[in-house]
C-alpha cells in the first residue's frame, strides 16, 4: 500500500513558467513532509519541507504547500529554470513517533526545456 | 569529508554471493539511515541507527540483509545470499535532527 503517491511520473514547462509538482498521501500520523530533487547517479539532495502546522514554506524560488484536509501537498517553482530539470521525490515522516523514516513517493521527472 | 559518502559506487555480483556496502556519514549526525531505490520505485527506508540506541530495523525485507554501526560513525550493509530481486540503488543519509537527511551518491549493486 503506498502512503506517498506522486501521480504524474513526468511533467515538462517551459522556461520561465510555473512548475507545479503534486503529491498525495494516506497517512494521517504524517506530520512533516519534504521534498528531494535527484540528478542522475547522485544521491537526492534536500529541497524544501514543511511542518504539518503549516499550509506554506516559502524558499526563493520554492514553495510548498500543505492541505491537510486533502492529504495533499504541492510544490511550486517558479519561473522555471533549465537547471530545475531532475525528478522530484515528495516524502513523509511521523518525526514524533521518534524514527524520522522517510516515506517517498515515486517522483516525478520535471523537464524544464529553454 | 563534507558530505556523506559511500563504497563502491557500483557493485555486480552473482546471485548467491554476499556483498557489503559501506557508508561514511557526515561527521557529528548521529542518525544514519538506509534506504533502497529499485527501478522504477521511489525509495524504501531499510534501517535507521540513532547514537547508542537499538536500530530501527523495520524495513528490511528479510534476514538476509543486516546492518552495523560501529564507534557511531561508519555503517556496512550486508546482504547475504544476494537475488536478483536485490538489485537496485542502495542510499545511505545521515542526519542531526532527524527531519533533514542528506543522503550519499549510493551504490548501484547488480546482481547477475
Known amino acids: 500500500d503506498q502512503q506517498v503517491k506522486q501521480n504524474s511520473p513526468s511533467l515538462s514547462v517551459q522556461e520561465g513558467r510555473i512548475s507545479i509538482l503534486n503529491c498525495d498521501y494516506t497517512?494521517?500520523?504524517?506530520?512533516?513532509f519534504l521534498w528531494y530533487k535527484k540528478y542522475p547517479a547522485e544521491g537526492p539532495t534536500f529541497l524544501i519541507s514543511i511542518s504539518s502546522i503549516k499550509d506554506k514554506n516559502e524558499d526563493g524560488r520554492f514553495t510548498v504547500f500543505l492541505n491537510k484536509s486533502a492529504k495533499h501537498l504541492s510544490l511550486h517553482i517558479v519561473p522555471s529554470q533549465p537547471g530545475d530539470s531532475a525528478v522530484y521525490f515528495c516524502a513523509a515522516t511521523r518525526g514524533r513517533a521518534g524514527s524520522y523514516q522517510l516515506t517517498f513517493g515515486k517522483g516525478t521527472k520535471l523537464s524544464v526545456i529553454p | 569529508g563534507a558530505g556523506v559518502s559511500q563504497s563502491p559506487s557500483n557493485k555486480v555480483t552473482e546471485k548467491g554471493k554476499d556483498v557489503e556496502l559501506r557508508c561514511d556519514p557526515i561527521s557529528g549526525h548521529t542518525a544514519l539511515y538506509w534506504y533502497r531505490q529499485s527501478l522504477g520505485q521511489g525509495l524504501e527506508f531499510l534501517i535507521y541507527?540513532?547514537?547508542?540506541?537499538?536500530?530501527?530495523k523495520s524495513g528490511l525485507p528479510s534476514d538476509r540483509f543486516s546492518a552495523e554501526r560501529t564507534g557511531g560513525s561508519v555503517s556496512t550493509l550486508t546482504i547475504q545470499r544476494t537475488q536478483q530481486e536485490d538489485s537496485a540503488v542502495y542510499l545511505c543519509a545521515s542526519s542531526l535532527d532527524g527531519y533533514e537527511q542528506f543522503f550519499g551518491p549510493g551504490t548501484r549493486l547488480t546482481v547477475l
Open positions: 497517512n494521517s500520523m504524517f506530520d512533516y
Open positions: 541507527f540513532q547514537g547508542n540506541s537499538a536500530p530501527d
